[in-house]
T-cell receptor, first 112, second 116 residues
Framework: AQKITQTQPGMFVQEKEAVTLDCTYD???????LFWYKQPSSGEMIFLIY??????QNATEGRYSLNFQKARKSANLVISASQLGDSAMYFC?????????FGGGTRLMVKP | EPEVTQTPSHQVTQMGQEVILRCVPI?????FYWYRQILGQKVEFLVS????????KSEIFDDQFSVERPDGSNFTLKIRSTKLEDSAMYFC??????????????FGEGSWLTVV
């Protein structure tokens, strides 16, 4: 079974600064994928970034990057140059098959 | 950009009534999913569907739930006799190929279900 842990229930960041959202995972599978999703207050689930377990380089998508440390089983999301619109819930998820297991989420609040 | 669409966006139903939530996955995607999120809680997997049959399902997906692909585009979740604890956001999702490792899973905007 897979398990995802997000230890930060809430975080504040100053606008234009970078922020790291933590995610650790546990799985016995050798092949798996790690995802980050953003959920604004409107409720939709927006895909941000993906990292495969065999990818040697950390994934990047615009202002989002994934700090993947396989030995430590962590997949932290880094948001650079935070914007007010980044205020939302952020979920880390993983799959090793055809279902996603989600963490409990981190609420990020960007201060102007 | 292709997207997963869901209807209705919000539905209020009486306890014991049947509810059908509809989804149109991304057109070239072959794997379909339903997830739910009770207010304030984490997103939970319900069921995955491939080649017109259920591929995997969770403990939550009991006999009151069913899924169907009635035509070439829609993917539906039916809750036969709703209970108060079924109140949640229900997300449909799809991915391009059966094995989702290495392929992104795209979510719809969700359907809020409120059971009163």
């Amino acid at each position: 079974a897979q398990k995802i842990t997000q230890t930060q229930p809430g975080m504040f960041v100053q606008e234009k600064e970078a922020v790291t959202l933590d995610c650790t995972y546990d799985t016995s599978d050798q092949s798996y994928g790690l995802f980050w999703y953003k959920q604004p207050s409107s409720g939709e689930m927006i895909f941000l970034i993906y990292q495969g377990s065999y990818d040697e380089q950390n994934a990047t998508e615009g202002r989002y990057s994934l700090n993947f440390q396989k030995a430590r089983k962590s997949a932290n999301l880094v948001i650079s140059a935070s914007q007010l619109g980044d205020s939302a819930m952020y979920f880390c998820a993983m799959n090793a098959g055809n279902m996603l297991t989600f963490g409990g989420g981190t609420r990020l609040m960007v201060k102007p | 950009e292709p997207e997963v669409t869901q209807t209705p966006s919000h539905q209020v139903t009486q306890m014991g009534q049947e509810v059908i939530l509809r989804c149109v996955p991304i057109s070239n995607h072959l794997y379909f999913y339903w997830y739910r999120q009770i207010l304030g809680q984490k997103v939970e997997f319900l069921v995955s569907f491939y080649n017109n049959e259920i591929s995997e399902k969770s403990e939550i997906f009991d006999d009151q739930f069913s899924v169907e692909r009635p035509d070439g585009s829609n993917f539906t979740l039916k809750i036969r006799s709703t209970k108060l604890e079924d109140s949640a956001m229900y997300f449909c999702a799809s991915s391009e190929v059966p094995r989702t490792v290495g392929n992104t899973i795209y979510f719809g905007e969700g359907s809020w279900l409120t059971v009163v």
